[in-house]
Every structure is written in structure tokens, then in C-alpha cells.
């Protein structure tokens, strides 16, 4: 099986490269056509993008076994057994895989479309203080996600350039006292959050830039785990909206932008001191 997502649209069977053979004696190889006078419109289609996804998935596993590997080096480097301080300030540190996410756009010159991106990264950084079961949390974060394809009446196809985001929360967290080293949490957070398209392009057309300072909320839920006295291990979801008309522009044309939703697994640590 001969697989090279190769366009032969131009060269024909002289673009293969040399392993695949054009007869089909030594193998095979398929086609896709998208694009012909039986057609109502060009189908769309994308070449090469599983392997992207199953790299950074790979690298989202990757995290998670340096994370497993730290725990327990702390938790050797600590006979006595791990519970969390009643009280007491505490410091989190938490990546994110992003899931891929949409954002619509309208203009009063262009068709509404449909941006998607791939899967993206985000950090967290927070400074907490911890009364109780009740945890409240300022959190600081940068998250990418590059664009994927974009679709509208008539055409579309894949885009180059990301979005990038900055932003700052307040999160409200309760920690659920079933047991002294697994607790699940739950949580929600207000704050802003500046998100800014980078050139994102589709060829043969302008690019698409702008950037916003917009509204954002998020709802987190999870489970820690008591390492020793001072150090948990995080591993949760979180949603996160955000709000608001974006404005962006392509080749001197607005574009409006609707309302971004988006879901991302997280695996941190926190330390309290």
C-alpha cells in the first residue's frame, strides 16, 4: 500500500514517487477526485493532518508519564504519609491540551463562514490561598492553536497562521473531602482575556488579522492527588467561553466574529507553602 497524499491533479501518475507503482503490480494505490462538471461545488479535503494529530497526542501522553515519573520521585523523597494543609497559600502550574474549536464570522461584504483550528497548548500559572475545602485562585495563562480550514459558500480550504490568547482569571474551587490524598474539585472563574488572529490565510485570498480584549469564563473539574504534605497532582477538564463580538479584518473588509467555546485536559502540580 502506497501512501503519499501526492495532488495529481497537475503531473498525473509522473508526480508518484518512485516506490508506487502507477500499474498497480506491485501494489496499489487510490484516488479521490474533487473537482468536475458532475459536481455542484469543490469538495474539501485536507492531506497530512492525522499524523499532526497523532504527534501531539503523542506529546500530550509524553507529559503525562513525565508528570507520573515527578510524582513519584517526591513522593520517595517522603516517608510520612501526604495530606493537604487545612490553610495555607499554594502556587499551581498547569499545561493543557486545547481541543480544536470554531469561530464563525460574518461581514456585511463576505459570506459567513467557519474558521476550525487543530489542537492546540495552553499554561496556566496560579497563586492560591486554601481555607478548608474551599480554594480561592488568580491564574494567569497563555494558550496557540493554529488554524485548520475555513469553509463558506461556494469555497474554502486549509488556512496557515494561529490565534494565540492572553488572560487572567479569578477561580472559585471546592475540593470534595472524600479521602486524604484523592480529593475531586470543581470549580469557576471569571476574568479577560486578549485573543489575536495572526495572518490567518487561505490562498488566494488576504489575510485575516485582529485583536481583541474580551469577557471569558470557564467551569474546571478534576481530581488531585497528595504527593506529600506540600506538592498534589492535578489532572482535570476545563471549559471556557468567551464572549463578546471579535473584530477582525481581511484585505480592508470587517470581519465579526461570534462567541468561542472551548474544551482542554489538564495535568498540573501544585505546591503549597
Not at 501512501?3 to 508506487?20: F, I
Not at 487545612?86 to 460574518?106: H, K, L, M, N, R
Request: include cysteine; charge should be negative.
Amino acid at each position: 500500500m502506497c501512501e503519499t497524499g501526492v495532488d495529481l491533479g497537475n503531473g498525473g501518475p509522473a508526480g508518484l514517487p518512485p516506490r508506487c507503482d502507477p500499474c498497480r503490480e506491485n501494489g496499489e494505490f487510490y484516488t479521490i477526485i474533487v473537482e468536475g462538471f458532475v459536481f455542484l461545488r469543490t469538495f474539501l479535503f485536507r492531506i497530512g493532518k492525522n499524523k499532526e494529530t497523532a504527534l501531539k497526542i503523542i506529546a500530550v501522553m509524553a507529559s503525562g508519564v513525565f508528570f507520573l515519573l515527578m510524582a513519584e520521585t517526591l513522593r520517595a523523597a517522603d516517608e510520612e504519609e501526604g495530606t493537604t494543609p487545612q490553610t495555607g497559600f499554594y502556587i499551581s502550574f498547569t499545561p493543557s491540551a486545547v481541543g480544536p474549536f470554531s469561530i464563525d464570522t460574518t461581514s456585511p461584504d463576505l459570506s459567513p463562514g467557519t474558521t476550525k483550528t487543530r489542537w492546540g497548548i495552553a499554561i496556566d500559572g496560579g497563586l492560591g490561598y486554601r481555607y478548608n475545602d474551599f480554594r480561592v485562585e488568580g491564574q494567569v495563562m497563555y494558550g496557540r492553536s493554529d488554524a485548520d480550514h475555513v469553509s463558506f459558500s461556494g469555497g474554502g480550504g486549509d488556512l496557515s497562521g494561529y490565534y494565540d490568547m492572553w488572560g487572567a482569571t479569578v477561580n472559585i474551587f471546592y475540593d470534595i473531602p472524600v479521602g486524604a490524598r484523592f480529593r475531586p474539585y470543581v470549580g469557576a472563574g471569571l476574568g479577560g482575556i486578549r485573543f489575536k488572529a495572526h495572518d490567518i490565510t487561505l490562498t488566494g485570498f488576504p489575510p485575516t488579522c485582529g485583536s481583541n480584549t474580551l469577557f471569558t469564563y470557564r467551569f474546571m473539574a478534576g481530581i488531585s492527588y497528595a504527593l506529600t504534605d506540600a506538592w498534589r497532582l492535578i489532572l482535570g477538564y476545563r471549559f471556557m467561553g468567551i464572549g463578546g463580538q471579535q473584530d477582525y479584518e481581511t484585505g480592508g473588509v470587517p470581519l465579526h466574529g461570534d462567541p468561542i467555546h472551548t474544551h482542554a485536559v489538564q495535568a498540573g502540580i501544585q505546591f503549597y507553602f
